[in-house]
């Protein structure tokens, strides 16, 4: 996805609302954990995975590139 700009007002209790193209584009649906991380100078809201983005397994898994692959798959990955 093309790097895109939405600007959105910050209410009193400090919500904003993430445009649903953006959503639909991460596949976030309505009540699913988001991570939210300071960068440097910019606040990053990240779908939040909390196990293999390949089978689900949520023990042994490790980060690589970014996502949580567990040993299994990758091990499988490395075979193809």
């Given amino acids: 996805m093309a790097t895109e700009g939405m600007v959105r007002k910050i209410d009193k209790l400090g ?12 596949g ?7 991570e939210i991380r ?14 293999c983005v390949f089978c689900g397994e949520k023990t042994k898994t490790n980060v690589y590139r970014g996502k949580l ?12």
């Fill in 69 to 80: 692959v567990c040993e299994a798959c990758r091990k499988t990955l490395a075979r193809d």
């Fill in 38 to 51: 300071l960068e440097g100078n910019f606040i990053k809201v990240c779908k939040h995975e909390d196990g």
């Fill in 15 to 26: 919500r904003i609302v993430v445009p649903i193209e953006f959503r639909k584009s991460l």
């Fill in 28 to 34: 976030i649906q309505a009540g699913e954990d988001v």
